[in-house]
């Protein structure tokens, strides 16, 4: 069923016409319409030039499908291949990949020009914290009223935590001055 009737068109055109909606989906056996494609077989041998009907009655008689993988070529390849197999290996990879994927996350500490020694060093501890778990720290000095005349007081600021958590981190950006919030990230040891 169809709500919008400019989809439904696009739909139905790209239907008669043989073509997939989705730019990830392979056209396969009967959904190749062209008049003359270039064939490889399922070992990568070159079968040459021939008519999609002809490349999928060889690709029905080794009990394969016969897969667009270059649409774009002129003329288009064509390859022999087991196409469940193929999408099969490819979610396997897909999988493999997101979980070898290490997801980093960006704490956030905000300091005050005008912190106390004793809480400087207690965000300096969550930080380096946070830098030996491999999270990313932000490091935000937010000044208010007249403190932002004295920007030098949160590059120091900076430096000075920095300088403290170089045992756990390194500084990835150096300390920036974006209107009222100086930022400055720093990186775990890898």
């Given at each position: 069923?169809?709500?919008?009737?400019?989809?439904?068109?696009?739909?139905?055109?790209?239907?008669?016409?043989?073509?997939?909606?989705s730019k990830n989906d392979l056209q396969i056996n009967e959904q190749i319409r062209d008049s003359e494609v270039r064939v490889v077989s399922a070992d990568g041998q070159q079968l040459g030039l021939m008519s999609a009907r002809d490349a999928q009655e060889i690709a029905y008689e080794k009990g394969m499908d016969l897969v667009k993988i270059a649409p774009q070529a002129k003329p288009p390849v064509c390859k022999i291949m087991d196409y469940g197999k193929y999408k099969f290996e490819l979610n396997k990879?897909?999988?493999?990949?997101?979980?070898?994927?290490?997801?980093?996350?960006?704490?956030?500490?905000?300091?005050?020009?005008?912190?106390?020694?004793?809480?400087?060093?207690?965000?300096?501890?969550?930080?380096?914290?946070?830098?030996?778990?491999?999270?990313?720290?932000?490091?935000?000095?937010?000044?208010?009223?007249?403190?932002?005349?004295?920007?030098?007081?949160?590059?120091?600021?900076?430096?000075?935590?920095?300088?403290?958590?170089?045992?756990?981190?390194?500084?990835?950006?150096?300390?920036?001055?974006?209107?009222?919030?100086?930022?400055m990230f720093l990186a775990p040891l890898s």
């Open positions: 069923m169809c709500f919008t009737g400019a989809f439904c068109v696009r739909f139905f055109n790209a239907q008669r016409e043989g073509l997939t909606i990879r897909e999988k493999e990949n997101r979980r070898n994927q290490k997801v980093v996350n960006i704490k956030e500490v905000q300091l005050s020009p005008s912190i106390d020694t004793n809480d400087f060093n207690t965000k300096c501890n969550h930080a380096i914290k946070f830098l030996k778990k491999g999270d990313k720290v932000k490091v935000i000095v937010r000044f208010r009223g007249r403190e932002l005349s004295h920007s030098q007081i949160g590059f120091t600021l900076l430096e000075k935590f920095a300088e403290q958590a170089k045992e756990a981190g390194s500084v990835e950006k150096p300390a920036k001055l974006e209107g009222r919030n100086m930022t």
